[in-house]
């Protein structure tokens, strides 16, 4: 049976070698998996991964499994995130926490002041904001979540509002990258789902890392009243369907150029 860090042999229930991080746990034998509890612990890799999370206060947190290290949390972040980043980042870790809105600020600020900006207002709902494409396109050029649904293009003083998937594609093509899931990193990267063998963009959201047990997370808004949250792919896949490429050699995940 393989796994990406080591290999066990069914044959005589035995791991051909110890765990790689047996030395993070002298009390554990290197042999066991998933600390004797498999039904409770999921490690299908072999190693470890981080999931992020949103507090009480909106900040944006990157939470450790058991396990967890910085070479686990720079894998969890993605290739676009510099050591001494993710450096700066993992010696905030308290709690096996990580917040990534004071630790790197940047999108990550964007997203948590979008989030405490709906939370804080009880009539967010009953009203036009800003949509997925806008929002989508707007965090990674370093832009407020803010509109009143008139803006045209991301980057126009009005807001963020896009009311084109048409448009939202062609920026795409003409500032994206497509990409494979391992080339994306959190909050850096661009998600387009639509419809297979059609082409119609159904939505638009940011990457936000996948877990021990390979659960995809975004950042999304999903249409032009709901409040922006962080969740699993599989929550809004249903409605949105899967990640497409604009074109059938693309991925369907956008770094920028």
Not at 42 to 65: C, F, H, R
Request: glycine share 10%; net charge negative; proline share 5%.
């Amino acid at each position: 049976m393989g796994y990406e860090f080591r290999q066990f042999d069914a044959r005589t229930g035995r791991w051909w070698s110890v765990d790689p991080l047996a030395d993070k746990y002298p009390g554990v034998s290197p042999y066991v998996f998933c600390n004797e509890n498999p039904i409770a612990l999921i490690d299908p890799s072999g190693a470890e991964v981080w999931k992020p999370e949103v507090d009480e206060k909106g900040n944006i947190m990157a939470t450790a499994e058991p396990g967890d290290d910085i070479a686990s949390f720079k894998k969890f972040m993605g290739p676009a995130y510099l050591d001494d980043e993710i450096s700066t980042m993992y010696n905030q870790l308290s709690d096996g926490k990580i917040n990534l809105t004071q630790s790197y600020g940047g999108v990550f600020q964007l997203m948590s002041d979008a989030i405490n900006d709906a939370r804080r207002d009880p009539e967010f709902e009953d009203r036009e904001n800003y949509n997925c494409w806008g929002a989508s396109l707007a965090l990674l050029k370093g832009k407020q979540l803010y509109g009143n649904g008139k803006g045209i293009y991301p980057w126009s003083d009005d807001g963020v509002g896009l009311n084109s998937s048409v448009i939202f594609d062609l920026c795409l093509k003409n500032a994206y990258t497509s990409v494979s899931q391992s080339q994306s990193s959190v909050g850096k990267t661009i998600l387009r789902f639509g419809f297979p063998g059609i082409g119609n963009t159904s939505h638009g959201s940011i990457f936000m890392g996948v877990d021990k047990n390979g659960n995809e997370y975004t950042f999304t808004k999903n249409g032009w009243t709901p409040r922006p949250i962080i969740c699993k792919v599989s929550q809004i896949s249903w409605k949105y369907l899967s990640i497409q490429g604009i074109n059938n050699n693309d991925s369907g995940y956008y770094n920028p150029r």
